[in-house]
């Protein structure tokens, strides 16, 4: 019949026209992310961190860049874990070879700048800005 694939078409079509929007009036509402969302910023937990550099060696970009300090009891602290957004892939292989599970993606996925300068960020430093948060609240 002529006209098949037109009507077909129109008919679906109709339904997404009459049917459910899904929409939402972005920076006032904004969609949950799923569990699988690998992006934004590394959550370092540095109490469970063990300083072992297996998520700098295991980045196919070197977009991490890290400093441990070892203490008198041979333990390492990490000092500085700085991640260069500007470089990563977000391809997860940096929490994927955590053998502590102390890195983690968080769900913000807004990270335009104006300013290269602005895509490094110092996941140790952020960590301890969110302790102290905590600790005043």
């Known amino acids: 019949m002529f006209g098949k ?7 679906v079509t109709g339904k ?18 799923t ?18 550099r297996l998520c700098a060696l295991s980045c196919p970009n070197a977009a991490l860049q890290l ?17 260069d ?11 994927e070879a955590c053998p502590a599970k102390a890195l983690s993606w968080d769900k913000k996925f807004e990270q335009a700048s104006w300013q290269k300068g602005d895509m490094c960020y110092d996941a140790v430093q952020e960590a301890r800005e969110r302790s102290e948060r905590a600790w005043m609240a």
């Open 85 to 95: 957004l500007g470089r990563c892939m977000y391809c997860s292989l940096c929490c």
């Open 35 to 52: 569990g699988a969302f690998r992006g934004g910023h590394l959550v370092l937990d540095d109490e469970k961190c063990i300083g072992c």
């Open 67 to 83: 400093e441990a300090r070892t203490d008198e009891k041979k333990k390492r602290h990490m000092m500085r874990y700085a991640h």
């Open 16 to 33: 997404h026209f009459f049917g459910h929007k899904e929409t939402v009036c972005y920076p006032e509402e904004r969609l949950p992310m």
């Open 5 to 11: 694939g037109l009507l077909q078409g129109l008919s």
